[in-house]
């Protein structure tokens, strides 16, 4: 494959301010139209325009730095022609730092299928088998779960609605392939992929007007040498950053490994992203192979489960549903400057919880985003103090176990 | 019916600053262990120690001065002993400032028979028949709706709760009699009202440490001479407060025609509480006819469905689910100082509706609040002006039509 064009991003920067002595991991400072961030970060998920139950003013106030919105929801509802008309995402929702939508693909791919979900996500909804057809030409064809119309994603149509929603950072149009697909599918799909990665940048490019960075996607499932080729394929190209996606392997070895593949192949002044992962261990580990930012909807979806995200506790959160907590009158968590860490008790939350009041994700939210936030914050700590061992240090205090 | 008990309340009081020319409506201030707040005013509804999805902070910052939570649904859950144990309700739930609870009587009539609550309230859900029986000495026996046990109320333990729960104004055990009741049914039950008034008298005055004042209720349906008696009740005994409850009649001319006997019968030196009524043009009759605080879970019942309370709606609200507000850029209201009313577009908040986001309701919540209190702030400022005319000049500007 050739691919000629250059494409410069004259709005946006990517700075590598410190290297890790003891694994890949780095510091960085990613600047975008809507300001800069110092890497690693997370990038929240406000998959319908909003974070769940929190309003941006809650997300700024919890300490996020950047959030994220889906290209296939809000293509379905509102629409980007309506975003665009109410000033873009940024205007539309209130939030006025940084952004980035996906491709749309994940969703049609695994919300299609029924599959990709389930095996990336670990037990989410799946809405059914709403994909129709994939068509490397005309892209895929899906059913709106809004109103039954018939939808169609491609390259260039995820770019003009990326554009017209106007994210500040955008990601290339590739294919999801599920954890089951075997070699040869794999491939072709990869290879699908890349090809629609070149139709997104020429589209891309068309309409570039400096205030969008697209990344390209490494694809490649669990086998290194599609990996490893899919990583090229991005370096050859002039994406802005780098995002790694698709299946992340069934089990944790899995996606460590695949990992493990990637430092030295990816670009190394490009802003990589590792799509769709949050866990605290995940995140730690992503950190030490090299990844930049990190996105999942962890914070809510664990929040709606009464799982409160706590430095120290086992596997890194609390279950405040436990009856333990039901007269413990201390607080999440005072460090964080917030009336819902820092001032109802858990014992009140706790209440909260088992009389089904909305309230209690409200608040546990917004705990889980600050707490998500300030661990971003003491990882970058411990990449800046140059102590050698002080990422595994650091792990060791918020998963003792 | 004899009464020799006399009480005191020396942490209380309540005080008319001036009276308004044109009605029997009142300026006051009502004082509090937990503060003192002017009147009228509006108690908002946290039914189970929670406003639905604001917290207590929230509160504040939309103007609320005084909250309400409701003794039978804490008693069945978390149950009285836990929120003594963590402090009393205020600490349990972080609110700070003056707070009611009534006596659970309510609830358990109108969700046991599922007549009373269709009637007041308009068209609630009901919970199933619940009540079991009414019996005058042992008093109401009904099945929780948390796990069916056989839970009971009557006058000594409905204070012994709320002496627990720790509000600073609790309420008088009564029956609520249904609307459809004949004279001769709300008469019995009337008189047992007001025996159980004096039970609870007595039950209060027993444990009283001064940190708890008691409303009497006016019973006695949509019949005149039963309401005076009722009145004339309240006033031979050593109540702090005076409530208007029971069925307020099927209609507005009703309702507005049963206050309309109240002045003059009431004790003119107490606090006078309007049970369960909140809609715009109903405060607006009812602070005419001299009643001081109001309380009514319209605010964020009506967030849920999408109505907006504003000043100058028709009816005074929008609905914002209409898609007249999909493309509208302007804010709810710039004047409350709110980042949910005067920073989120109405188009973005209709989009939340049409999604399904619960931060939706968390934002019109918040908003409906603010404006309630504002509503409370203008018809007080109106009646420190001494104009002849202002509430009815203020009530045409709340509600043009």
Redo the contacts between chains.
Sequence with gaps: MEFNTKIDYPNFGFEVLHKDAGSFARLGRLQTPHGTIETPNFIFVGT????????P?QLREAGADIMLSNTY?LYI??GPD?VQ???GLHK???WDGPMLTDSGGFQIFSLGTGTGADEIKGKGRVGGKSLIKIDEELGAIFKSYKDGSICRLNPEISMEIQRKLGADLIVQMDECTPHSADRDYTEKSMHMSHRWGDRSLNAFNAAHDGTQGLYGVVQGGVYRELREESADYTVSRPFFGTAVGGCLGGTKVHFYEILSWLPGRLHPDRPIHLLGIGKIEDIFEGVKQGMDTFDCVTPTREARHGRVLMKGAPKGYINILNSRY??D?SVLDETLGL??SG???K??IH??F??G???A???VSQHNVATLAKLMREIRAALKSGQPGALDQLKKEWLPE
């Design positions: 319908k325009a909003a974070v769940r139950n929190l309003h003013h929801h509802q509102p309506l008309k109410m000033g539309f929702c209130g039901k007269d009158q009336y819902t001032y109802y008790s014992s009140y209440h909260l088992k009389v009041e909305m309230l994700f409200q608040i």
